[in-house]
């Protein structure tokens, strides 16, 4: 069965970067479309960011435009986030998803999803 597990999340001051992994199983990372996603205290999960896997386009949310970059490694079927110039309003539970065939980058556009990974980040 599809499994992701997420790693990478933790501390990290103001302006730092990191890098989340999610390691996909029972399918192949090429083949489906894949999606990093977050949810804040109080706020409803929402897109970051995701990979038609029909076009191989990118989406990327307003807020993370030029700071993240959303990448995969077939021979590890791995995907990854890469974080760069972290604020602290990208404080929260970062959780990768996966589906079939693209619909949306949201919610409803993914089926499969992993626990999360908490990323923190002080001012």
């Known amino acids: 069965q599809v499994q992701l597990v997420e790693s990478g999340g933790g501390l990290v001051q103001s302006g730092g970067s990191l890098r989340l992994s999610c390691a996909a199983s029972g399918f192949t990372v090429d083949s489906y479309a894949i999606g990093w996603f977050r949810q804040a205290p109080g706020k409803e999960r929402e897109g970051v960011s995701c990979?038609?896997?029909?076009?191989?386009?990118?989406y990327y949310a307003d807020s993370v435009k030029g700071r993240f970059t959303i990448s995969t490694d077939n021979a590890k079927n791995t995907m990854y986030l890469q974080m760069n110039s972290l604020k602290p309003e990208d404080t929260a539970v970062y959780y990768c998803a996966s589906a079939r065939f693209f619909r949306h980058c949201d919610n409803d556009g993914m089926r499969y999803w992993g626990k999360g990974t908490l990323v923190t980040v002080s001012s």
């Open positions: 990979i038609n896997n029909e076009d191989d386009r990118i």
